[in-house]
Nanobody, 127 residues
Framework: QVQLVESGGGLVQAGGSLRLSCAASGRTFSMYAMGWFRQAPGKEREFVAAISRSGGRAVYADSVKGRFTISRDNAKNTVYLQMNSLKPEDTAVYYC????????????????????WGQGTQVTVSS
């Protein structure tokens, strides 16, 4: 079992920044890839960013590339999502997820590849 707890969400004006954190427990954190997804009201859950086990590889959705940065601290069992230049369309519930058996060195971008999910944290960007 893996437990994931997100924090750091909130209300911010357009152009502002937030840093989300996801603390993991239950298994060796460095053994699994991590991802961030988001879901806006009435929309499907979508990929945001993912990072490999070592942190050496990261992938991003085109919509956030250049604005968001994913990182991880394996000593602290935590993955982060630094979000800059936020836009109203970034408003959503953000979820972190763990992929316990990555199929390659590149982190997965589809929700079905992930085995455990956090409860989500709300991010609201006002215009």
């Amino acid at each position: 079992q893996v437990q994931l707890v997100e924090s750091g969400g909130g209300l911010v004006q357009a152009g502002g920044s937030l840093r989300l954190s996801c603390a993991a427990s239950g298994r060796t954190f460095s053994m699994y890839a991590m991802g961030w997804f988001r879901q806006a009201p009435g929309k499907e859950r979508e990929f945001v960013a993912a990072i490999s086990r070592s942190g050496g590889r990261a992938v991003y959705a085109d919509s956030v590339k250049g604005r968001f940065t994913i990182s991880r601290d394996n000593a602290k069992n935590t993955v982060y999502l630094q979000m800059n230049s936020l836009k109203p369309e970034d408003t959503a519930v953000y979820y972190c997820a763990a992929d316990l058996i990555p199929s390659s060195n590149y982190p997965a971008v589809v929700p079905a590849s992930y085995d455990y999910w956090g409860q989500g944290t709300q991010v609201t960007v006002s215009s």
